[in-house]
């Protein structure tokens, strides 16, 4: 009898553990921040995470190796946005009811100093090329430029009506700016933060993503229910994609050159494609799809659902559903944690921030299928260059930084197993590398100092 029992429970154990090793992912843990929490950005120098706190008016700062809280910035009126400088390892904090940023030091996490800005700022891009912070301003209908070095405001840029998002164009440096109030993208160029054009698009223009593969900028259009796909280098509009209702978040998938595109009021993504501009599938995921976060270690989606408080894992291969993992209530936004290949949601209402946990961290993830392509990278770290040795002949080598945005190539002129990258223009940070043969390829962890 008690043999039987034990083997029933030992069952039952397994029967329990199978969900986890399926899926992959789970909730490592709940960390309490301050009240309200509605945006995060990763700090891939320090491996940290700052976490804007909409109504107690500060940055909670997490430890990315340990989940613990290092310690809370008191930020201004109700901050709504993060972007991190890698270059000046500088974390920016928009506070849109006191119409300014905190530039917070990413070392110390001391505040640097405080930028007046315009009325209502609501959303932030770093311009890579230029080491410059745009921020844009909802109710004066501008664009703020600031120095990435000084923390100088530069200029001021008149965009549409209503700028709310902003996303940059790194092999154009180019910075587009969704006008809501006027249904336009204004496109401002990097170098000379002057307005190149005014792109046309849907009703409500809301959220923006770029493809560097295909070297495309897609504007979903909350109102008219579909995405606007321009070309990023003449800037003319491609095609329109009929989309869900309420389009309100994208992200690319580099790997595949997939788009995915949330429906917050259809509860599905939809999956383009980003070579054809084809709808690929529609993905039924929660209630209310508000975000969107790429995991370039794992080829995965991560959708949070507010409504049903969960968040979606989706297969970047097979866009097949992968789980659904509970989180605190209204998850609203991510980031990714590329060292321990961690997942960080924001819970809006329960005022905490919810870690998911990859059963690989980041590097055992990217190693996992080297047994039959041997790449070798040294030295790793580096400042200026590094050697690629590979066990197959490679014939490109592409770089992106910890949030699968594509920032370097380099086209081998015929196959080789050996070459050597400079990358002393990359910025300070964790970067990831895919290196491609013919019918193959392989990602592996790069960390560029300075």
Known sequence: MVCKQKYVLMAAVIILCLPLFLSAQWLETTIAVGDHPGALAYNST??????????????????????????????????RALVYNPTNNKVSCVNQWSDNVTVIDGAT?????????????????????????????????????????????????TVGDYPGALVYNSTHNKVYCANGGSDNVTVIDGATNSVITTISVGDVPYALVYNPTNTKVYCA?????????????TNSVITTITVGDWPCALIYNPPNSKVYCANEYSHNVTVIDGATNDVVTTISVGSTP???????????????????????????ATNGVITTITVGEEPRAFAWNPVQNRTYVANYYSSNVSVIRDSLTGVEELKKN??????????????????????????????????????????????ENTTTITVQHLSAGVYFLKAQTKGTGLIRKLVVTK
């Open 109 to 157: 996490n001391n505040v640097i100093t405080t930028v007046t800005v315009d009325d209502e700022p609501w959303s932030l891009v770093y311009n890579s090329t230029h080491n410059k912070v745009y921020c844009a301003n909802l109710y004066s209908n501008t664009v703020t430029v600031i120095d990435g070095a000084t923390n100088n405001v530069i200029t001021t840029v």
């Open 370 to 415: 080297a047994s039959s392509f041997i790449l070798d990278i040294y030295p790793n770290p580096t400042k200026t260059a590094f050697t690629i040795n590979a066990s197959k002949q490679m014939r490109s080598i592409n770089i992106y930084d910890v949030r699968g945005h594509f920032v370097k190539t380099e086209t081998l002129t015929k196959p």
């Open 290 to 316: 508000r975000a969107l976060i790429y995991n370039l270690a794992n080829n995965k989606v991560y959708c949070a659902n507010m409504a049903s408080d969960n968040v979606t894992v989706i297969d970047g």
């Open 46 to 79: 320090h491996n940290k995470v700052y976490c804007a706190n909409r109504d107690s008016d500060n940055v909670t700062v997490i430890d990315g190796a340990t989940n613990g809280v290092i310690t809370t910035i008191t930020a201004g009126d109700y901050p």
């Open 221 to 233: 259009n909350a109102g008219s229910d579909n995405v606007t796909v321009i070309d990023g280098a």
